[in-house]
C-alpha cells in the first residue's frame, strides 16, 4: 500500500508523512515476517524441495525434475496455484510477484514487471521485446553507480547490455 502511494524503502517517517500526511507507522516485528518465511518455505516445498531463500520474502525456486514438471503441469499453472495457496495458508491480502525464466536473474527481472501480484515469463521468445521496454536502472542488480560505469562503456541499454562483448563487460570492471 505505501509503495502505490509513492513512499519507499529508506523513507524516515518524517519524509513519508510529507508525501502522506495520513501514513501509519507500523513497528517491525521480525518474528511475524520468519513466521511467514517459514510458512511460505512449507508451502513452496509441496512443489519442489529445491527452494532457495533469497531475502526474508524473496525465494528462487529450480523446478527442473519436480512432482509438478513431471506430472505435466505447465510453469504457469504451477505459479497460479502457488499463488492461491499462498492466499489461504498466509491470507488473502498477502499477493506475490512470479517470474518464471531459464535463470534466477530473469526469473527475478519477470517477478518485478507487474507488482503487485504479477505473474510474467521471460524466455527466448520474449527476452529481447521485454528488454527493450526497459532501462539499466530496471534491472536486477543494476544501480544508478554501476549504470554509470556501464554507460561510460557505451553502454545505455537493456539491449545494449545484452549484445555487449564478454570481454569488454570484463575490461570495465
Do not use: C, W
Not at 125 to 146: A, H, Q, V
Amino acid at each position: 500500500e505505501a509503495k502505490a502511494l509513492g513512499l519507499g524503502l529508506g523513507l524516515s517517517v518524517v519524509e513519508a508523512k510529507k508525501i502522506y500526511p495520513d501514513v501509519i507507522v507500523m513497528m517491525p516485528d521480525p518474528e511475524k515476517y520468519f513466521d511467514a518465511n517459514r510458512r511460505f518455505r512449507e508451502l513452496l516445498n509441496k512443489y519442489t524441495d529445491n527452494v532457495v531463500a533469497k531475502s526474508v520474502d524473496e525465494f528462487a525456486i529450480d523446478f527442473t525434475g519436480s512432482p509438478a514438471i513431471r506430472s505435466g503441469m505447465a510453469m504457469e499453472e504451477i505459479g497460479m496455484r502457488i499463488k492461491e495457496d499462498v492466499k489461504k495458508s498466509l491470507g488473502s491480502y498477502v499477493t506475490i510477484n512470479v517470474g518464471i525464466a531459464p535463470n534466477r536473474f530473469l526469473a527475478k527481472l519477470a517477478a518485478g514487471l507487474n507488482k503487485p501480484n504479477g505473474m510474467d515469463r521471460i524466455d527466448h521468445t520474449n527476452l529481447r521485446d521485454t528488454l527493450s521496454k526497459l532501462s539499466l536502472i530496471d534491472l536486477p542488480g543494476i544501480n544508478y553507480r554501476y549504470q554509470a560505469r556501464l554507460n561510460l562503456g557505451g553502454i545505455y541499454t537493456p539491449l545494449q547490455f545484452l549484445d555487449s562483448d564478454l570481454d569488454k563487460l570484463k575490461r570495465r570492471k
